[in-house]
């Protein structure tokens, strides 16, 4: 059936503060669908006209002649979009108008969003999917991605993947998978709204994207009413992802969604029972909560308050009505009087949604915000070294070269680091060394200590037994033999001694051996003296050892 519809196309302008964020206007179209032949047998007349390209007219078939206050009120009033369609526009038509300069911007990675609006039975479904005869919106958006990709395959490579779902009383269900089971919407910090859970099919052709579609077509709800026999029960959208790398360029993921929505509906007109009006009621809640959206995002920012979360219809579109998204709503109206209600609603809200103003940027993958900044600090990187190596043209810098003295000023500086870093590590080894000759003498003057005191008191002990003092002085003079133990800890703590002499100049010597200005440099080494306790002997020799120690 062919259709007139009211679009709100998207007029863009570049921020001047971020080359990649682009701000735009939600435009909306309009469509007006022709005369149904039911209508004609009800005697309904047409009161929706097409003026010109952009101007809408609707006229109130309500006539009062007892009513004075509207007597002299013009009962006619006009809606200015930026494109309206009859039924004289094809599917071609409309489809130039509203959704093929978006197949650019998503590939080049920025998302876009077309979805139709407006009650049951006026053609959003023959807008988006259309026939085999009169391809609709979804088949002709396809075949201008694929070609596009296959144009631009020498300068980039691109990969399509894409997914399928329906909003049915309020549960997510995947149109690809043959479950039924509902998904869950999560929102990640950043604010994307994601499905969890979703099926999402690579797909390489046109024709692979049409057969999944018809292949979800088949599997989404639909069930015939007294206004319409082919009546759409769910909202359903077809999301393709398009991620591409570019020469020179990162790596930048594009979203192109396609929504075909249930349309609103009045239970007396539609005769709905049972299931079918439960249906009703989830539709007409979630779009009321599309039209609050809608109404909240037109008044100026901050103003009021955007409630997303009424509905998973809202959430799945917050993006699209006043996010990252080039944005395209399609109005669907009849003609007819009877709907005159229902038509001036659509019209209000498509009317509002006009001042809705997004905020469209590139989408770099695995990237935060600061991803445009690292890309663009890449290309003045590969800039400065292609000035590095290139030759000036006359009149302009010379570029920067590497001389012969930067050269070797460089070897140099790396043969230095090289024998600093092997002075350092020979310096670790000689105090390796030292902390084990210190530990060797200090078991070894432990050894000597103990004796000591071990003799001292045997000393004193002896003294105390003696009467005579003659005998007492000789036995005092008497030396008590050594073991061979102390003898052996003796002669050690002599070799360590040596030994730290022999460490100490090696750790003077090597810096001077890599720095000569300190050659003419003194270097005393100060050995503290000690006084013998008078009540221990041999404790001259213990304090000399542990002098040593402290010095080295």
Excluded at 87 to 113: F, K
Aim: aromatic share 4%; hydrophobic share 35%.
């Amino acid at each position: 059936m062919a259709s007139m519809q009211v679009c709100v196309l998207l007029s863009l302008y570049s921020c001047p503060l971020c080359p990649t964020l682009t701000a735009c206007v939600l435009q909306v179209t309009l469509r007006i669908r022709p005369m149904s032949v039911a209508e004609l047998q009800e005697g309904a007349r047409p009161i929706a006209h097409r003026l010109d390209e952009q101007v809408v007219m609707l006229r109130d078939p309500m006539q009062n002649p007892d009513n004075v206050l509207r007597a002299n009120c013009s009962r006619e009033k006009s809606y200015v979009f930026d494109a309206a369609f009859d039924s004289t526009s094809t599917q071609e038509t409309v489809y130039r108008a509203t959704t093929q300069d978006l197949i650019a911007g998503v590939i080049s990675g920025c998302n876009a969003t077309v979805f139709s609006y407006g009650p049951t039975g006026c053609g959003k479904t023959y807008t988006m999917l259309g026939t085999d005869s009169e391809p609709g919106i979804c088949t002709r958006a396809l075949g201008d991605l694929f070609h596009s990709i296959e144009e631009s395959s020498g300068d980039a490579e691109h990969e399509v993947s894409m997914s399928y779902l329906e909003i049915y009383n309020e549960a997510i269900r995947d149109l690809l998978s043959p479950s039924r089971r509902s998904l869950q919407l999560w929102e990640d910090s950043h604010g994307t709204v994601r499905v969890v859970g979703i099926t999402e099919v690579s797909a390489s052709s046109a024709e692979e994207v049409l057969q999944l579609l018809l292949r979800g077509n088949q599997r989404r709800m639909q069930e015939p009413t007294a206004t319409n026999h082919t009546s759409s029960r769910s909202h359903a959208v077809l999301q393709l992802t398009v991620r591409g790398r570019e020469r020179g360029r990162g790596l930048r993921c594009g979203r192109l969604l396609l929504i075909d929505l249930a349309g609103s509906e009045r239970a007396a007109w539609t005769q709905n029972r049972g299931q079918r009006m439960k249906e009703g009621q989830h539709i007409n809640r979630s779009l009321l909560a599309l039209g609050n959206c809608i109404k909240a995002l037109s008044k100026p920012a901050g103003s009021a308050h955007v409630n997303y979360r009424d509905s998973k219809l809202t959430r799945l579109l917050k993006d699209s009505l006043g996010g990252n998204s080039h944005t395209v709503m399609i109005a669907h109206i009849s003609p007819a009087s009877t709907a005159f209600e229902e038509s001036r609603s659509t019209l209000a809200y498509a009317n509002r949604a006009k001042s809705i103003r997004p905020t469209v940027k590139h989408n770099l993958l695995g990237s935060s915000p600061r991803g445009s900044i690292m890309a663009n600090l890449s290309r003045d990187i590969q800039h400065l070294k292609h000035q590095l190596y290139t030759v000036s043209e006359p009149g302009k810098h010379h570029p920067i070269r590497y001389t012969q003295a930067q050269v070797w000023l460089r070897d140099e500086l790396l043969s230095a680091c090289r024998e600093q870093a092997a002075l350092c590590q020979h310096l670790v080894q000689l105090e390796g060394t030292a902390l084990h000759t210190r530990l060797a003498a200090a078991r070894h003057l432990r050894v000597l200590t103990r004796w000591e005191r071990r003799a001292w008191r045997w000393g004193k002990e002896g003294r105390r037994k003696l009467r005579e003092p003659s005998e007492s002085r000789r036995n005092t003079d008497t030396d008590v033999p050594e073991p061979p133990k102390v003898i052996t800890a003796r002669e050690s703590i002599v070799a360590l001694v040596e030994e730290q002499g022999r460490l100490q100049e090696q750790k003077v010597r090597e810096p001077q051996s890599q720095h000569p200005h300190l050659q003419g440099a003194e270097l005393e080494e100060s050995k503290p003296s000690s006084t013998a306790h008078p009540r221990a002997p041999g404790c001259a020799l213990r304090a000399r050892g542990l002098a040593g120690l402290v010095a080295l």
